[in-house]
């Protein structure tokens, strides 16, 4: 068993939860990687559930393809809605490039699969919903997630959508359309335009408390996914001060609630050649948070789920610290006018380290992983106060080139997996690492997802640049 779950010979990619009597279906766009470098070719949804996040089981796949003749060929995100009558309906983002739908250009369209049940949805070849050429443009007319507006007594659809005669880059936006019976739409004016991206993927609405939440994943501005919230759907949409789930590595979260929880459903990349290096892919891992609310301001934060948290349990024996640069008297604490470490044993490549610890004061700090005793290769989660930052960082951060220069000392971090720092004095950290996945919880605020390959066992523990630290716990578990 494994806690995060890839399906075998193939990679994850957008998620489609869906909660129902005790459940969790997790549909998920199954990447087969058939052509080396090509991502989410004859991609349809597969079906995996879970009742607690760690024990999941694979279904098969849940809708068909369609044959290179049909507008199917390949099936993307959407949504799932149970009707009145008590029929399963997943609206899916249909595609092939080779059928020209419109003006002979390849477009996006909307296809529906239906069913008695969740684990076999058959497609209904008499609905298409393709774009109306007028309010939207054609082509990026995808991820479409239709609930229910009691207010309306309708049924909402979103799409990520781009306004026809937009500019290249700002002219995304999230199209509405509305349904009495989920067979016939009205198309409607924007239901979020804030010409800021080139498109909003995966777009979602919820409502939790006294708020709706607006979720939706970009690539151009930054590659995320983000929340907005309001009181009520007509906005106005805030964005809050931190607006995302996690890091670029976690992309298309989309999230399921069981009335109690607020479930998010994300992937994390792979990267190309599975090297920290290299570029990151399209498709990877499943990976699953928490989502808490702030009940006054509205604000969200992704925490560890519980039974995640269960997952490793037997402890590991700490070994006699060794230190780097530390001019400290005490075993509990590091301290340094430059660069300083408390480095313990670490497990190879499969285990949790949780580690508490006090700043007293810094330039810098954080945590060192799988790094050796002179500090000159590994990963660091580097704590910057100044700027207000967390982020991942290996070192070296290239293969050494010709020159001794040519060590990417102008890249400072990995930028895209750089969250807003938790603002206080005493930091607990959680580290879930398995295989090259590796999944971090600060202080109950933040997560921060990446994949780690180039680095293993060796040692871990808090470094400090300029300052002093207490550690006041650390404990590994395998």
Known sequence: MSLFYQPENAWVGDLIPYYEDGMFYAYYLHDPRILQGKYAEETTWHLATTKDFVH???????????????????????????????????????????????????????????????????????????????????????????????????????????????????????????????????YCEPFYDPKMYITMECPEVFKMGDYWY???????????????????????????????????????????????????????????????????????????????????????????????GEYFKEKVKLSVPVFYNDHSEGEKKVKSDTLGAMLFNSPEDTFSVTIDFDVVKAKEFGVALHVDEGMEAGYFLRMLPEQNLIAWDFWPRAEKGEYQWQIKGDIPYQVETSRLLPKADRYQVTILREGSMCVVYVNDEIALSTRLYNHSGKKLGIYVVQGELGLNEIEIKE
């Open 56 to 186: 999941v089981n694979y279904q098969g796949e849940a809708i068909q393809r369609g044959t290179k003749e049909e507008y199917n060929l390949n099936n993307y995100t959407g949504s799932v809605i149970k009707d009145q009558q008590g029929k399963y309906h997943a609206f899916y983002t249909a595609f092939n490039e080779n059928k020209p739908f419109s003006n002979g250009k390849s477009v996006q369209l909307v296809m529906k699969a239906v069913g008695d049940n969740l684990y076999e949805l058959e497609t209904d070849p008499g609905f298409l919903f393709p774009s109306d050429g007028k309010i939207y443009e054609e082509f990026d007319w995808r991820d479409p997630f239709v609930f229910w507006v009691e207010e309306e007594q309708c049924y909402y659809m979103l799409l990520a959508s781009r306004r026809q005669g937009a500019g290249d880059l700002r002219g995304g936006c999230i199209s509405l359309s509305k349904s009495k019976d989920l067979e016939h739409w009205e």
């Open 214 to 308: 607006l979720v939706f994943s970009t690539f151009s501005d930054r590659f995320t996914t983000h929340y907005r919230y309001a009181k009520s759907l007509e906005g106005p949409w805030i964005i809050p001060e931190d607006d995302v789930f996690d890091t670029r590595a976690n992309y298309a979260i989309k999230t399921a609630s069981d009335g109690e929880r607020r479930i998010a459903f994300g992937w994390v990349a792979s990267k190309e050649g599975e090297n920290d290096f290299n570029p990151w892919d399209w498709g990877g891992t499943m990976v699953f948070h928490e989502l808490i609310q702030n009940a006054q301001t509205g604000e969200l934060k992704a925490v560890m789920i519980d039974t995640i």
